[in-house]
């Protein structure tokens, strides 16, 4: 392809090659040969002003890719379940995920354990699709969690072993069910379970807005590298985390949250390997306070104390770290991108000073971080009914209950109370969310 004399901004060609050879300014392609200039080069015209704060898109029409009886957008665990039990009912059914793969904040956002699966008695309180992640885990040796023999012991040996491995494993001085998971092993997973269900997956498509007919939600529209695309189905699910369809469909939701909760933070999880934690463990057994006094000066450096072991099969050199970001809001890009900075600054603050000065960790690395920022609490559908802490705190189990999750983090107490979840929007009709 031939390039011509002069481009549109009036700078040629030669001044061009001569501009970036000179400056170090770097040329890159744009679609079939064009070129997109430098800052660095020069031209005699000025940069088109923009009048006002927004601006004017052109009207489109979006193609229509596929059709289905339900669309789930997101692909974490609650859209993993949402689409493998339609699919399993027999509903085409649609998977709508941004990431090059599936499990959401279980294995892109390195929160790597399911956590409260059984009560104080040690009965399993939660098991269906979760405990058919973990079967297929457990097949593949890329799970840990305490022996079922010993769900409800507290017994204090017992107790101080499973603390020690990880803090999830126990509450109130008494063993529970949670679940470390292998994150690569866990995404394989996921791939096979919506394909054996029959889901048709659509990767690395970001579900952006619903396709709406009045009040009624009658489809999705997505973004891809192959363009702007639309799934028409009889429901749509909202399985994002974000409900980051709620705002464009008009249900109601709510974004304002206690920022002294764990769930108003952000997560920069990251994963330090080739640590000899059997060296650290000793050092830790035999200089409890000297060791204590070590992370206040990581915190006092803004760094990162404290840290959970892999505890997986062939990973005993392998630590997590899960380190949490005050926000503003965890829907604005501008904090979203604040805390990766930020996140990964202190990151190295905190390698640096384990490397040099706590015993095991001497020749470790980083090794992985993740690739999307754990979020908990941003926008909230708000159902036909709103669960209230008075509800929490009686003995009274709703009619249309349909989960029970045991709720072991209030204590003794919390146990006593079934929690209920009504998955109708009070506006938006077919749109359903799940987190």
Known sequence: ???????????TRRKFVKSTAIKGAAAFAIGAGRLALPATAESNESSPKIPGRTIKEAVRETRVCRTADVVVVGGGPGGIGAALTAARSG???VLIERYGHLGGMGTGGLVTIIPNLSDFSGKQQIG????????????R?????PKKEHWGSNDRKLVAYYEDRSFFNVREKTVLCSVHIDAEISKCI????????????YLHSWGTEPVMDGNTVKGVIFESKSGRQAVLAKVVIDSTGDGDLLHYSGADFESDIDRTLRIANLSF???IANVDLKKYQ????AHAQELAEQMREIRNRGGHPHFLTSNLKDQDSLVWIFPRYANSSQVDVEELTRVEFVGRKEMLVTHDYYKKNLPGFEHSYIV???????????RRVVGEYVLTEKDLNTNEPFKDTIAIFPDVDRGSDSLKYPLTSELLTRHGENLSAFS
């Open 368 to 378: 992985l971080t993740n690739p999307q920022l754990g979020t908990r609490g941003s």
């Open 141 to 145: 040796e890329a799970c840990d969690y």
């Open 269 to 271: 999880s990251y994963w």
């Open 128 to 139: 269906g699709i979760s405990q058919e992640w973990v079967d297929r885990l457990e097949r």
């Open 1 to 11: 392809m031939k390039f011509s004399k002069k481009v549109e901004n009036g700078i």
């Open 282 to 285: 000793d050092y830790k057994k």
């Open 91 to 93: 509903a085409d059914t």
């Open 190 to 201: 996921l791939n096979d379970m919506v394909e054996e269900a029959g889901v048709k997956t």
